[in-house]
């Protein structure tokens, strides 16, 4: 709807946008007309404005509209206007013409915001009669929850971009009409902008530049004010919610439900529990009376068994004197005293490992004493013949038995004190880790032994479990001491014969590191002398000043720092020091 102002030369051509009553969100779809006696009309206010404060102005009070305010259609705004105009005209006031004329521009001013969409929304989200204020959680706020959060509620609804936003609502409201409630608060859409307290006017820029960095302040003021009053919205329902003496009975009546579902889940928690008590003590008694069953069953029939062996063992019995008694009868079946001796050792024998029947049908065929005697001696020859095969058989079983306990005997101790010296040099040189070791192992002995060649992986593993052992410490001490022994006479040997030659005495050999003489005409002299203190101490800070790592140039570069001895007797003076220290080692 577009309206046009011709009243004298005020607004004369000027055209507005109005709000459409159709899309606009802050108006009702039905309302009654306003009529003239509605209109407030306050001259003494009117008058008394400057056009130049027109910002700080009541717009709806200067239409004479200020109950309406936010609630006024565009109709209400457009009579209200017609109405000041007449009252308030320049043309028919009868006093001062200036003060007329700034009331009228102040009316003009009011209804040129007021009559467009931007406009009005952007001075209703600025209202100064609007109360922004959120309650705070008190007990009183809470007793009188509907009466306090009920206005607040409805007064903040206005805002809403979506009609009819939900209220308070009552204490009968269901579940799930307060959750929606909370819902779309929580969630709420507000159409406030604060464009009309923009500080900087665009209009007033000079350039297309100066426009646009009016344009970002005021965008930026804008969207913090924006933001302070969702923060102020958000403040407001966390308010309500905690106010809210509904929630407080619906979380009440969810613990209640809560704890009656647990005590029932106690409950029946605890009758499953009975019941598999009763079920486990019913299946332990019925356990207890089938053992109890099965133990009476087995000592019935232990007892029948007994019985039936004790009869069995009468009958045996019984058989046995009659068979014994055949045979005495018929002397034994001997020529002579000897032969009943050991006819008799035959017979008991005989009876112990011939069965009841067999018995029964040797004492059968007594009736007849040919056919008993060849039956008897039929029985007797195999029954001999049998127990011949079982001495033969348990001869060779042990036999056998001691050949192999001799050959384990025989690889256990072919190692001898130089091989197990071997083997323990071997067990360093090969690590675990080595690929196939104790294969390794066993192939380093065969080749550097002078006695044995034949030791295979199982031998090398045998014994080096057995050095491992408090067996083996022993024996590896024994072989530590045998090496310092023949250490110390090897020694003794090469000093003997340095001095029998008439070289150094064995106590300034000892000094030295293994002091070589040559012969020169006949006669000995010294090759080197003997190591001193600063050679030994340039020798050890070598060695540390030198790694292995160095390679082949390492004892060239030893030999140039000791200065007064070459690469070789370096190299002898190490492995005299290496040695001495192994032999002290071994010695402790």
């Known amino acids: 709807a577009v309206v046009s102002t011709q009243s004298g030369h005020y607004g004369r051509g000027k055209r507005y946008d109005v ?30 404005l400057e056009s130049k404060d027109w910002k700080d102005q009541d717009h709806y009070r200067v239409l004479g509209i200020p109950k309406l305010r936010v609630k006024a259609s565009v109709k209400d705004i457009k009579k209200a ?41 952007a001075y209703d989200s600025v209202d100064p009669l609007f109360d922004d204020d959120v309650p705070n959680v008190t007990e009183h706020n809470k007793q009188k929850f509907y009466a306090v959060f009920g206005k607040v509620i409805e007064a903040n609804a206005q805002w809403s971009l979506i009609k009819n936003a939900p209220r308070i609502g009552t204490e009968s409201d269901s579940i799930d009409k307060v959750n929606d409630f909370y819902n779309f608060w929580y969630d709420f859409k507000s159409w406030r902008e604060y464009s009309y307290l923009d500080e ?142 050991k006819s ?71 190692f001898t004190t130089p091989d197990i010296a071997l083997l323990v040099k071997a067990v360093k040189m090969f690590p675990p880790g080595t690929i196939n070791r104790w294969c390794t192992i066993a192939d380093y002995l065969n080749l550097h032994s002078t006695l044995c060649k034949t030791y295979e992986s199982k031998d090398i593993i045998s014994k080096v479990k057995k050095l491992q052992s408090k067996e083996g410490d022993d024996l590896k001490s024994k072989i530590n001491k045998q090496a310092y022994e023949n250490f110390e006479k090897s020694q003794k040997q090469r000093i003997d014969e340095v001095h029998h030659a008439g070289g150094l005495s064995s106590r300034d050999t000892m000094n030295t590191s293994l002091a070589e003489e040559v012969a020169t ?41 000791v200065g007064s001895r070459n690469k070789k007797d370096c190299m002898r003076r190490y492995k005299d020091l290496v040695e001495q220290i192994k032999a002290k080692k071994a010695k402790q």
């Open 19 to 48: 709000i459409d009553e159709d899309t606009a969100g802050d108006s009702e779809d039905e309302k009654e007309e306003l009529s003239d006696n509605d209109i407030e009309l306050d001259l003494k206010y009117v008058k008394s």
């Open 81 to 121: 206007y017609k109405f000041m105009v007449l009252k308030c005209h320049p043309d028919k006031s009868q006093g001062s013409t200036k003060v007329d004329e700034e009331a009228f521009t102040c009316i003009q001013k009011a209804y040129e915001l007021l009559c467009t969409v931007e406009g009005k929304r």
């Open 521 to 561: 005409n006949g006669v000995f002299k010294k090759k080197k002398t003997a190591w001193t203190s600063d050679e030994q101490k340039l020798l050890e800070d070598a060695l540390k000043k030198f790694p292995q790592s160095i390679g082949a140039e390492r004892w060239d570069n030893i030999a140039d720092h």
């Open 200 to 341: 900087e006017e665009r209009e007033k820029a000079e350039c297309k530049e100066e426009r646009r960095y009016i344009d970002k302040l005021n965008k930026t003021e804008r969207l913090r004010r924006k933001k302070e009053e969702m923060a102020r919205i958000h403040e407001l329902v966390n308010t309500c919610y905690a106010c809210d003496p509904r929630i407080k009975a619906f979380n009440e009546e969810r613990k209640n439900r809560k704890q009656e579902a647990k005590l029932a889940k106690q409950e029946a928690y605890k009758k499953e529990q009975e019941a598999l008590k009763l079920e486990k003590e019913e299946n332990e008694r019925i356990q207890r009376e089938l053992e109890a069953q099965r133990q009476l069953e087995a000592k019935e029939k232990a007892e029948v068994e007994k019985k039936e062996r004790q009869k069995q063992n009468k009958l045996i019995k019984s058989e046995r004197k009659k068979l014994r008694e055949n045979v005495k009868n018929c002397n034994y079946f001997a020529t002579d005293g000897q032969n009943v001796v």
């Open 344 to 414: 008799m050792e035959n017979l008991d024998l005989l009876l112990l490992s011939l069965s009841l029947d067999d018995m029964k049908k040797l004492n059968e065929s007594s009736k007849d004493t040919n056919n008993f005697t060849v039956k008897y001696r039929n029985i007797l020859e195999s029954h001999l013949t049998d127990q011949e095969n079982k001495t033969k058989e348990n001869l060779m079983k042990a036999k056998q038995s001691q050949e192999v306990h001799k050959e384990q005997t025989s690889n256990s101790d072919k």
